[in-house]
């Protein structure tokens, strides 16, 4: 960036994630500021609107996590006051933090994801919905939050029992999927000027139980291995289904797409569970992990990040889109 630019960076909020957001943000904004850009940090409240109105930025650098920061939300409430922010407009927004919307997306163009279907809490409590071991997780929630996995030895009855600690108890609807064994791989997308471009896979290795919100952000709980040990073949794979699922979804900035991998399966074996428009940018982050092994450091990605938000905002004539 040839300039320097005021940069609002919106973080916190009262999802589920507003910890790790606090802490994608606080990084975002010493990173900016490291790189000359006047900053001005700010902590979601109801009052945003007029908070944002009232520092006047260049640009918004959206660092929030989850509802409503992530679905779509605080994308048209920044497109009708005309500024620009980071990261993927209110449609892609919409589509990809909800799971069901994301399959009927993605699946059409050939990108295999786990079948499954929506199903009533209530509904639980009576039969399972798929032959065990399945998952059961929010519809559009992120970082693995309210996710569980239901298998035969599970202390949770069978069926379900009303009382049982999970997801059910604060969801009124949940999406069932197959569980899928194998490998937890993941690949971040970043925008650049000839495109979007994979920054490559990494696996993501637990020390017990699966990756859940507090594996993703607990230091230790989780080993990543960047680049994955994994075939050639299965990396361009996943770095493929990675960019085609930016492309499909229309995610502008960056995105980051995970995976699971049967590696007893083969090729055959490899799933997309889901695309993250908002991929966090903490310490203990994927993203800026990945593009450190590719070369980019943390103030230059965060540069990229609104390097992008700028050039969509003036090809959309003011509206990011």
């Given at each position: 960036m040839s300039d320097t630019h005021h940069i609002?960076?919106?973080?916190?909020?009262?999802a589920n994630e507003r910890e790790v957001s606090l802490m994608s943000g606080h990084g975002v904004a010493d990173a900016l500021e490291?790189?000359?850009?006047?900053?001005?940090?700010?902590?979601?409240?109801?009052?945003?609107?007029?908070?944002?109105a009232e520092a006047a930025p260049d640009v918004v650098f959206n660092a929030l996590h989850g509802v409503p920061g992530e679905d779509g939300t605080v994308q048209g409430m920044l497109e009708l006051m005309g500024i620009p922010y980071t990261h993927s407009g209110v449609a892609t927004s919409v589509i990809a933090i909800d799971k069901q919307?994301?399959?009927?997306?993605?699946?059409?163009?050939?990108?295999p994801m786990p079948g499954g279907r929506i199903v009533k809490s209530e509904e639980l409590f009576e039969r399972d919905p798929l032959p065990r071991p399945y998952v059961l997780k929010p519809v559009n929630e992120g970082s693995s939050v309210g996710v569980a996995i239901v298998t035969e030895d599970s202390n949770v009855g069978n069926p379900i029992a009303r009382d049982a600690a999970g997801p059910w108890q604060e969801f009124p609807e949940l999406l069932a999927e197959p569980f899928i064994k194998g490998r937890e791989l993941t690949t971040a997308v970043i925008d650049g000027p000839d495109g979007?471009?994979?920054?490559?896979?990494?696996?993501?290795?637990?020390?017990n139980g699966f990756y859940d919100f507090e594996h993703k952000?607990?230091?230790?709980?989780?080993?990543?291995?960047c680049p994955a040990q994994i075939p050639p073949a299965i990396a361009a794979l996943c770095e493929d289904y990675a960019i085609r699922a930016h492309k499909l979804l229309g995610c502008h900035g960056t995105s980051r797409t995970d995976f699971r991998w049967d590696d007893e399966a083969g090729e055959e074996g490899l799933f997309v569970l889901e695309t993250n428009t908002q991929p966090g940018m903490t310490p203990l982050s994927l993203v800026p992990e990945q593009a450190k092994h590719a070369g980019i450091d943390y103030p230059d990605l965060c540069e990229m990040?609104?390097?992008?938000?700028?050039?969509?905002?003036?090809?959309?004539?003011g509206a990011d889109g």
């Open positions: 609002a960076v919106l973080m916190g909020g009262w490291s790189k000359g850009h006047r900053v001005t940090q700010i902590d979601m409240g109801r009052d945003v609107a007029a908070r944002i919307l994301t399959k009927q997306a993605l699946i059409p163009h050939g990108i979007p471009k994979a920054l490559g896979v990494t696996e993501l290795i637990i020390d952000y607990t230091e230790g709980r989780t080993q990543h291995v990040i609104v390097r992008e938000a700028l050039r969509v905002h003036a090809a959309n004539g």
